[in-house]
Structures are given as structure tokens and as C-alpha cells.
């Protein structure tokens, strides 16, 4: 029994990654076309890029061992096993914003005790079943706060050593130019009475 079903995309394995058949091209074999920006089976890298890559036509024939579909509507009929049975998400999301946002939390809220956890039945006799969760990622915890506090405090005390260090460098310069000008103007006033006499 054969099901018609509107597809969104096919891919066909090739040697070791898939070939992507080609909608437009009504063969049952492959083609060697230059592809561009907006082809369904090319990602230009550069702007303007072409590139002449091989595609398989979208005609289905027996020398295809595997096709992988999407369904994009469906149909009257239940297709046993696919479409008839709703199977729950194995993992729940394990960054602490996506907790968040899945279960409706504001920040105040303990995002660890809402993170879904699955139990786990050891293959041992005798050996009780355990629950297993992620480690959230993101997480802000009091040591994280206390590390980018440290970090800020660290930032802050170089920039006011810099600035005292920079202060200190001024006002060596301005007596050194200062004790300059002193010795230029005791010269000169040497200069002018030596002249005279």
C-alpha cells in the first residue's frame, strides 16, 4: 500500500553524506549543475558565488535505497505508526532561560526544581531506579555574581591606577620642563652679563 504524501523536502544518501534531489530537475539520475545563491541544494559562501555541484533529479526510482521526507500536511487517513501515535519529548530544554520560557517562570523562581528529569532502571538486580537531570547551563548562581563582582572590582582599582600613575607622570613632566626652562633662562641671563662687562 502506497501513501501520497505532500513533501516539503527528500534527500538521497550518497557515497557518505546526502544528495539533495533537486525539484525542478525531472530525472532519475544525477545531473552536474551550476548552482547559485537561492538553489535549494547550494549555500554560497562568497556574494556572487557559483559553483557546479551534483544533484540527483526528484524522480524516484528503484536504484534508491533510502529517502528521507518531511510530511507537510496530513492527510485523511492515520499512517500506523507515524502519524497515529504522539510520542513526549525524551529531554526537556537545559539552559536555564529555555526552562524558563517552557514552564512560564519568572527570575525569582528556582529554575533546578523545575528541570525535567527522567528515571533511569539500572540493568542490576536488586538496584534501586534513580532520576537523572541535566546540568543547566546559564545558570546565575551567588558565585557568579560574586566572580563578575571581582571582575568589576579588579577593572575598577587598574583604571584608578592608571589614572594615579598617569597623574604622577604629569606632574613629573611639568617640574621636569619647569627645572628646563629655569636653567634655559639662568643661561641666558649669564650669557647677557658676561656680554656686558
Known sequence: MFHFLPLKSASVPKENNTLRLESLQLLPTRVKLLLADGHSCYRPRRSGERKRKSVRGSIVAQDLSVLALSIVKQGEGDIPGLTDVVNPKRLGPKRATKIRRFFGLSKQDDVRKFVIRREVVPKKEGAK?????????????????????????????????????????????????????????????????????
Open 129 to 197: 531506579p534513580y532520576t537523572k537531570a541535566p546540568k543547566i547551563q546559564r545558570l546565575v548562581t551567588p558565585q557568579r555574581l560574586q566572580h563578575k563582582r571581582h571582575r568589576i572590582a579588579l577593572k575598577r582599582r587598574r583604571a584608578e591606577a592608571s589614572k594615579d600613575a598617569a597623574n604622577e607622570y604629569s606632574q613629573l613632566l611639568a617640574k621636569r620642563v619647569h627645572e628646563e626652562r629655569e636653567k634655559r633662562t639662568e643661561l641666558r641671563k649669564r650669557r647677557a652679563s658676561s656680554l656686558r662687562k
